[in-house]
């Protein structure tokens, strides 16, 4: 019978604690990198607040926060233990994928915003202008390839499980009420 392999530990909470700093250095709450990182390196599909509080070496309430965010973003659900009152926290599937599809509205929204400063600052004839309207064009460049490089991944990720692709990712649109991170 083969040999389970051996988790290293230490290794693992320096992996957690080094990704939530990265993804801090980019605007993402450290806490809620922290827990998400805790549950993507949990053998266990899901954690209960004490537990990701345990592992982190935090309060329940610092938990409470960075799960009720991670929830808001759809990287995590809560799924209620029957017979208790106390819930478990499990990454959402793919959750990396959900998120970017998500968040693909942002790049129209970017990209809009610019459009306007641009113009604002006298249009691309101007320095201004033409830093703004270059931003403008980047973020429109990259939404139109986004769903083709998603739906390229869906169908890699479809292929390496030996299943067929899914449906096509639809393109995005705008929404007012998205933030980043």
């Known amino acids: 019978m083969p040999q389970r392999p051996q988790r290293d530990e230490a290794a693992l909470r320096a992996f957690v604690e080094d990704m939530a700093r990265l993804l801090g250095d980019w605007g993402f709450p450290r806490m809620a990198g922290r827990v998400v990182f805790t549950l993507m390196a949990s053998d266990e599909r899901s954690l209960s607040a004490g537990e990701l509080a345990d592992r982190l070496g935090v309060s329940a309430a610092a938990i409470s926060?960075?799960?009720?965010?991670?929830?808001?973003?759809?990287?995590?659900?809560?799924?209620?233990?029957?017979?208790?009152?106390?819930?478990?926290y499990r990454l959402v599937d793919d959750s990396w994928?959900?998120?970017?599809?998500?968040?693909?509205?942002?790049?129209?929204?970017?990209a809009d915003a610019a459009g306007e400063g641009a113009a604002a600052a006298?249009?691309?004839?101007?320095?201004?202008?033409?830093?703004?309207?270059?931003?403008?064009?980047?973020?429109?460049?990259?939404?139109?390839?986004?769903?083709?490089?998603l739906?390229?991944?869906?169908?890699?990720?479809?292929?390496?499980?030996?299943?067929d692709p899914p449906a096509p990712t639809p393109p995005a649109?705008?929404?007012p009420a998205v933030r980043p991170w």
């Not at 799960?67 to 478990?88: C, F, K």
């Not at 739906?151 to 299943?163: I, P």
């Open 65 to 88: 926060g960075a799960v009720r965010y991670l929830s808001q973003i759809a990287m995590v659900t809560r799924e209620h233990v029957p017979g208790s009152r106390r819930d478990r």
């Open 97 to 110: 994928y959900e998120v970017t599809v998500a968040k693909m509205t942002l790049l129209k929204t970017l």
């Open 122 to 149: 006298g249009g691309p004839a101007t320095p201004a202008g033409a830093r703004l309207a270059g931003m403008r064009d980047f973020y429109n460049w990259v939404q139109e390839r986004m769903p083709t490089l």
């Open 151 to 163: 739906d390229q991944w869906a169908e890699h990720k479809a292929a390496k499980a030996g299943q």
């Open 173 to 175: 649109v705008a929404d």
